[in-house]
């Protein structure tokens, strides 16, 4: 496909059980990220990668939220011991270049339900 | 702290009517602005950026710096710019993220 892709479209786990979301960006685009978006809430930065490497991992909220990126391509969000909060939707986008230059494409989102 | 402010969670209007979306950042650099829009069942996309000073389906946006503003307008609104619109702010301390605010749902009453 031509756009950003997510997987799972919906996820609904129980209270302390491990996730992993997948995000499919654009080919050929360098700079990908994530974002948590809470019901009745703005965009919240998670992480930003440049390539492989994580310049910008400063919004993931506790140390049971990991994310990597490999071959430039794919990356994998996971979620550990979840808790109620973490519901939500987590969006990945991509971008050509750093933002500076370029607009960021969104994926449709995964939603999350932790019960 | 940086920060993106738009303080209507809800705006309606009549179709044909002026529309002003608000936005308000705290950036003590040089910004770069942008409105991202979410029409409904389809994906987050861009929809202009302060620096192309374009005209995006008749909307417009002007960056005010003494006022800290963004906002974005439209003469004559339209029943299909009914969505949800976002203000968000890049160029902060020199991170490549956006800092997105909590977004307005526009809707356009025939």
């Known amino acids: 496909g031509a756009g950003v892709s997510q997987s799972p479209s919906n996820k609904v786990t129980e209270k302390g059980k491990d996730v992993e979301l997948r995000c499919d960006p654009i080919s050929g685009h360098t700079a ?31 140390d049971r939220f990991s994310a990597e990126r490999t ?3 794919v990356s994998t969000l996971t979620i550990q011991r979840t ?7 987590y969006l990945c986008a991509s971008s050509l270049v750093t933002l500076s230059t370029g607009e960021l494409f969104f994926g449709e989102g995964s939603r999350l339900t932790v019960l | 702290a940086q920060r993106v402010t738009q303080p209507e969670k809800l705006l309606s209007v009549f179709k044909g ?4 979306l608000k936005c308000n950042y705290s950036y003590s650099g040089s910004p770069e602005l942008f409105w991202y829009v979410q029409y409904s069942r389809q994906r987050l996309q861009l929809l202009l950026r302060h620096i192309s000073r374009e005209s995006i389906k008749g909307f417009t946006a002007d960056l005010n710096k003494g006022e ?10 339209q029943e299909e710019d009914s969505a949800m619109y976002y203000c968000a702010l890049s160029g902060v301390q020199g991170a490549q993220k956006l800092v997105f605010g909590q977004g307005t749902r526009l809707t356009i009453n025939p």
């Open chain 1, 32 to 62: 990908l990220y994530w974002y948590r978006q809470r019901l009745g809430q703005g965009l919240e930065f998670l992480i930003y990668f440049q390539g492989n490497s994580a310049p910008d991992k400063s919004g993931l909220p506790s």
């Open chain 1, 71 to 73: 071959g430039e391509s």
């Open chain 1, 83 to 89: 808790q109620q909060e973490d519901s939500a939707v």
């Open chain 2, 17 to 20: 009517a002026p529309v002003e």
């Open chain 2, 68 to 77: 800290t503003s963004f906002h974005l307008k439209k003469p004559f609104a």
